[in-house]
């Protein structure tokens, strides 16, 4: 997990955004009754990660981007997916000028235009073997694969699995991959599951609040273990799902705690130490196979079989309709006035629908510096998105769905988008209207 970033907004746009803020899109249907997933033996896990210590072991202490440890973790991973029926691919970046990987593992079948993900980060810091943060994560991602392929599963979605590169040096891999996706190709993926650090020593059970969906899956997973969750917080935006959720794409995770410190509520909960980090070796050379507890890494692991067997099953219909688009660029004056494109709607009848679908795709180094509204023939606002100090990720790429049901369709529509904040840049790609 790399470390958080906070800017100040001015006090004026701080305001505004308190006093205008509106509800995120919608995104996926719930899926159909799904065969129960296996339990993933904690041996398997455990294997995994005394591979991967000995390979930090044999090459300097650690598997960091661009040293021997990462390059001999990916070769290791691969080996297993491909004995196992995977088709994998190996997608090189450069990042700090050395070369960088990403590995793609695709389990044959399933919809094509509907792609599950599942990923983790497979580099360390170079201060140790990265064995909670994060060999814990894709140690479990790779299990859960490989149990896919024990039990020769056929989802309804296609499955994708993907271990990232260079996450320590600010989530290069992930954001390679998510930009280099063609525009299509990134409107097939219908989840990205994210574990990072999900065996720590003081654990804690954490769930990110992002896609509903994936949200409650998890948390229903842990309820039926009699296991209570906490939203996770700690690192919010700080690891691989960010690239995919500023892409649109639906996201979720799981998370058991970094540095911050466990509370007497959380110890009386889920045992452990109050008082002291869930992992005090958090970035360090302690960082080991003896840094792992278990329990935790146990009950993550079946949670992530868990939710890739449920999420995987059923595929929703896509939405018909007629769209209406603009494709020219227009740039976003940095901490200025607001810009607009404009999109002529004709050869519609009556209003507007209640269920007004518009995609945008703004490209921006800081979304939170982003308030975007939409304003309908007659001049009618409808915020889409408000501004955020704590938002650092990159680009705007979302569909919002707006009641616009007292508003003549027919006329010229427009996407208004004003940056609040200085030091980042960016324009507006692309946006379109489905009636
Ligand atoms: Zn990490």
């Known amino acids: 997990m790399r470390p958080a970033r906070r800017r100040l907004l001015p006090a004026a746009a701080l305001a505004v955004a308190a006093l205008l803020a509106t509800a995120a899109p919608a995104v996926q249907a719930a899926p159909t009754a799904a065969a129960a997933a296996p339990d993933i033996p904690l041996a398997n896990v455990r294997a995994h990660l005394t591979q991967l210590q000995s390979i930090a072991t044999a090459n300097g202490g650690n598997r960091a981007h661009g040293r021997a440890g990462y390059k001999a973790s990916v070769d290791y991973v691969k080996a297993k997916l491909d004995a196992a029926g995977y088709t994998t691919t190996l997608q090189q970046f450069t990042s700090g000028g050395a070369t960088g990987y990403n590995l793609i593992a695709d389990w044959p079948g399933g919809d094509p235009n509907q792609v599950l993900m599942a990923g983790s980060h497979l580099d360390s810091v170079s201060s140790g073997a990265g064995i909670n943060d994060n060999g814990s994560g894709s140690a479990a991602v790779l299990e859960t694969a490989l149990a896919v392929s024990r039990a020769q599963l056929a989802p309804d979605k296609h499955l994708r699995f993907a271990w990232w590169g260079a996450e320590e040096l600010g989530l290069v891999g992930s954001k390679y991959y998510v930009n280099n996706l063609a525009t299509a190709e990134r409107s097939k993926l219908a989840g990205y599951l994210n574990f990072d650090m999900i065996g720590s020593p003081n654990a804690g059970y954490f769930v990110y609040d992002d896609d509903p969906v994936i949200e409650q899956t998890f948390k229903n997973y842990f309820a039926g273990l009699s296991v209570p969750t906490e939203i996770e917080t700690e690192g919010d935006g700080r690891s691989d799902h960010a690239p995919f959720k500023s892409a649109g794409v639906p996201v979720g995770g799981l998370f058991t705690g970094a540095s911050n410190t466990k509370s007497s509520a959380q110890a009386q909960k889920w045992g452990g130490t109050a008082g002291q980090s869930f992992d005090r070796c958090y970035h360090s050379s302690c960082d080991t196979t003896a840094n792992i507890n278990d329990t935790a890494l146990d009950r993550n692991s079946d949670a992530v079989a868990h939710a890739v067997w449920t999420l995987s099953a059923g595929t929703v219909t896509p939405p018909t309709g007629t769209v209406f688009s603009n494709a020219d660029n227009v740039s976003v004056p940095d901490s200025g006035a607001a810009v607009t494109s404009s ?24 979304r939170g510096d982003l308030v975007v509204d939409l304003l309908a023939p007659d001049g009618t606002a409808y915020r889409l998105k408000n501004s955020s100090s704590s938002d650092s990720a990159d680009n705007v790429i979302a569909t919002y769905t707006v009641n616009a049901s007292s508003e003549t369709a027919n006329g010229t529509w427009k996407l208004q988008v004003r940056d609040v904040a200085a030091q980042d840049t960016g324009y507006i790609d692309s946006w379109q209207l489905t009636f």
């Open 343 to 366: 999109v002529p709607v004709t050869g519609r009848t009556g209003n507007a629908p209640s269920a007004l679908k518009v995609g945008v795709d703004i490209k921006h180094t800081y």
